[in-house]
C-alpha cells in the first residue's frame, strides 16, 4: 500500500526531507511512525511526526553532530529517542527497540533493527504502522484494515498488550473515541482483558491518567465511553466514586446536544462533574489524579452551584453571582466568568450565557477608605463592605457612593 504523492505533500516539507537524507547517506533505515501514519491514511494532515530508525542512539548523536544539527532534551536516549531540531521544528528520532522487560508503568529496552519487532510492542494495531518516505505503508498487524473498518484493538494479545503498560486501558477508550464509527461497536474479548487487568491502574500516575481522561471526557461518545469504562470497574482505580452517577451524567450529556450546546466547547470538568454527588467525592478524584487548581476549581464550582443555575428565575439571579465571585471574592474577572459560563452550559440555561456575553461587570462604587471616614472601625471594615454590596445589588447595582454609605448602621459595627 502506498499513500498519495498529493498526501505525502504535506509531510515532505524541506526539514524532512534534509533528515531523511542525513540517515539514508550514513546508511540508516529511516520511517514515521505511529500516529502521523494512521492520520494519513484517515486523510488528515497530521500535526506532528515521529520518526523510527534502525540507527542506535550513539550512531544518531555521532551522524548530528557530524553534520552540524542541534540535538535537544536527552532524556529520552535511555529508551533510544534522540531529538533534533531542525528549521525551528523538534523531531524525534527513536531507534527500533523491544520491550525485555516491563512492570506495567517502565519498560527496559533492547535496540532491534526488525520493523516487525518494534511494531509488535505497540499498543494498538493502527498505531503499528510505519510509513517510508517514497509514501510505503509498512503494517504487520492489520492496523490499516482495522483503520478502514473502525475497528479499535491491541497488537496479538490483549491482556500482555496490557501489562506492559496498563494506561494502554485509557489509551483503548480514547482512541476508541477517535475511530470508532458507533458508540458500542467494542470487542468483547477485548473487554473481558481490561476487566481482568483494571487492578493494573493503581501503577498508574494521576498524571498520566488524567491526561488520557480529559479527551476521552470531551471525544466522541464520551458519555457512552465513561460508562463502559464504570461498567468495566475502571472507576476506583482513576478516582471515581463507587455510585458514580452514570444517568445523570448521560442526561447532561444528552440536553446540553439538545441545547445545541458543543460538547468539544465544555469544559472536561464540567461534565466530568455530572457524575459526582459532592464536593467530598470530587476531593477524592482530585487527590488521585493531580489536576491543575484551574480545573480543580471549575469542577467544586458546578458542584457547588449547579442547583442553583438550573433553578435560576432571571437573569438578575445570574448577574448577582457573578458581581459575587468579582467584587465579593475580588476574583479575577475573565475567570470567575469562565466558572459562571461553565455551570450555565450543565444547566443548558443557553438564554443566560448570550446574557453574559453582552452584559460589563459595574464597578462597586465604595472603597474601604470611604467606609473608614464613616467612623467604622478598620476590623469591621470588611463586613460593611458585605451589606453594602447586598444593599447594591438590591438596587441593580444604581447606588452610587453616597447612598450606599448612607445604608450604614453604625451601631452594627460598634
Known amino acids: 500500500m502506498k499513500i498519495k504523492e498529493s498526501q505525502m505533500a504535506s509531510v515532505l516539507r524541506p526539514e524532512v526531507k534534509k533528515l531523511a537524507n542525513m540517515f539514508s547517506d550514513y546508511g540508516y533505515e529511516l520511517r514515521i511512525a505511529g500516529g502521523a501514519v494512521r492520520d494519513l491514511l484517515l486523510g488528515n494532515v497530521p500535526h ?16 548530528f553532530e557530524t553534520e552540524g544539527v542541534r540535538m535537544i532534551n536527552s532524556s529520552g536516549e535511555k529508551h533510544g529517542t534522540v531529538t533534533v531540531r531542525l528549521e525551528e521544528e523538534n523531531f524525534e528520532c527513536t531507534t527500533l527497540r523491544i520491550d525485555v522487560e516491563t512492570d506495567g508503568r517502565h519498560a527496559v529496552v533492547q535496540f532491534t533493527k526488525e520493523w516487525e519487532l518494534d511494531a509488535n510492542r505497540r499498543d494498538l494495531t493502527i498505531n503499528a504502522m510505519f510509513l517510508g518516505l517514497d509514501g510505503t505503508v ?7 484494515k482495522h483503520l478502514q473498518d473502525r475497528l479499535v484493538t491491541f497488537v496479538g494479545d ?15 477508550f480514547r482512541f476508541y473515541g477517535r475511530i470508532a464509527n458507533g458508540p458500542d461497536n467494542h470487542k468483547p474479548e477485548v473487554l473481558e482483558s481490561i476487566k481482568a487487568n483494571v487492578d493494573g491502574l493503581r501503577k498508574i500516575s494521576g498524571e498520566r491518567i488524567w491526561v488520557e481522561l480529559r479527551k476521552i471526557i470531551t471525544g466522541n461518545y464520551g458519555d457512552d465511553l465513561l460508562v463502559k469504562m464504570v461498567e468495566c470497574g475502571i472507576g476506583p482505580y482513576i478516582g471515581f466514586p463507587e455510585n458514580f452517577n452514570c444517568d445523570n451524567m448521560r442526561t447532561v450529556y444528552k440536553k446540553c446536544k439538545e441545547a445545541g450546546i458543543p460538547i468539544k466547547e465544555m469544559h472536561h470538568m464540567t461534565l466530568l462533574a455530572s457524575g459526582f454527588s459532592n464536593e467530598e467525592e470530587c476531593i477524592k478524584l482530585i487527590t488521585r489524579i493531580k489536576c491543575s487548581k484551574r480545573e480543580q476549581e471549575i469542577m467544586l464550582h458546578i458542584i457547588r452551584f449547579r442547583d442553583f443555575a438550573m433553578q435560576a428565575a432571571s437573569f438578575k439571579e445570574i448577574k448577582d453571582h457573578i458581581v459575587d465571585l468579582v467584587i465579593g471574592e475580588r476574583r479575577n474577572k475573565d475567570i470567575s466568568l469562565l466558572y459562571v ?20 461587570i459595574p464597578k462597586f462604587p465604595v472603597s474601604g477608605h470611604m467606609v473608614l471616614e464613616k467612623n467604622i472601625p478598620r476590623k469591621k471594615t ?10 447594591w445589588k438590591k438596587s441593580d447595582f444604581t447606588l452610587n457612593a453616597e447612598e450606599l454609605l448612607e445604608t450604614l448602621d453604625a451601631t452594627r459595627y460598634q
Do not use: H
Not at 138 to 144: A, R
Not at 159 to 164: C, F, G, T
Open 48 to 63: 506532528d511526526l515521529d520518526f523510527a530508525t534502525t540507527a542506535t542512539p550513539e550512531e544518531m548523536k555521532a551522524m
Open 138 to 144: 509498512f503494517d504487520y498487524f492489520e492496523g490499516s
Open 158 to 172: 490483549a491482556d500482555k498488550r496490557i501489562q506492559e503498560d496498563y494506561l494502554r486501558i485509557l489509551r483503548y
Open 341 to 360: 459560563s461553565e455551570v450555565l452550559k450543565y444547566a443548558c440555561r443557553t438564554d443566560y450565557l448570550e446574557n453574559i456575553k453582552e452584559w460589563d
Open 382 to 391: 470588611k463586613l460593611a463592605m458585605v451589606d453594602m454590596l447586598e444593599e
